[in-house]
């Protein structure tokens, strides 16, 4: 019996220590709807998962630093998180900023990135970039920058979300 009660006890630790261990990569992502992107990252937070930023995260991508707990985002020295105002499509079909949906955006982020933002000039069309050291002392580093980039675990899409024109864009003017 105590065989059984010892490797039921084995199995039971290594499920739970392979479900601690389930992370998410985001790399080479351009942004998109806000909507969409809070309903990602809302889904994303409930599951309790690690994120790891391993290359370009621009646009609606970065409400991940507001939407997940700080202790559950990681950086790579690959990571590179782009900023930049909300926008919208005016009468004439050209990009114009969406000031309520920028502040939104804007107090959705964690106070240091905001004041990074602020020391910048704020969110306007043009991106602005936070990587390198400034980046990595804001966020703790991934510890295996190797095993990230090999990591293949996208965000799911959802593209019935993407097709909804009346959620507001944030996008970078082209």
Request: aromatic share 6%; net charge positive; with cysteine.
């Amino acid at each position: 019996m105590k065989l059984v009660t010892g490797l039921l006890a084995a199995v039971l630790l290594l499920a739970g220590v392979g479900a601690s261990q389930a992370v998410v990569r985001i790399a080479d992502d351009r942004g998109g709807r806000i909507g969409t992107y809070v309903d990602r990252y809302q889904g994303l937070r409930s599951s309790g998962e690690m994120v790891i930023i391993d290359g370009l995260c621009a646009s609606a991508c970065t409400i991940v630093l507001g939407a997940i707990p700080h202790d559950k985002i990681c950086v790579t020295s690959h990571a590179t998180l782009g900023f930049h105002a909300a926008w919208d499509f005016g009468t004439n079909g050209r990009a114009i900023t969406n000031p309520e949906a920028t502040q939104m955006l804007y107090s959705m982020y964690p106070s240091q990135v905001r004041r990074w933002i602020a020391q910048r000039g704020g969110l306007t069309p043009r991106m602005i970039f936070l990587r390198g050291k400034e980046l990595q002392a804001m966020y703790k580093p991934c510890y295996l920058d190797a095993q990230a980039s090999t990591a293949r675990t996208p965000l799911p899409r959802y593209p019935e979300a993407d097709a909804q024109a009346s959620a507001a864009r944030i996008r970078a003017p082209r």
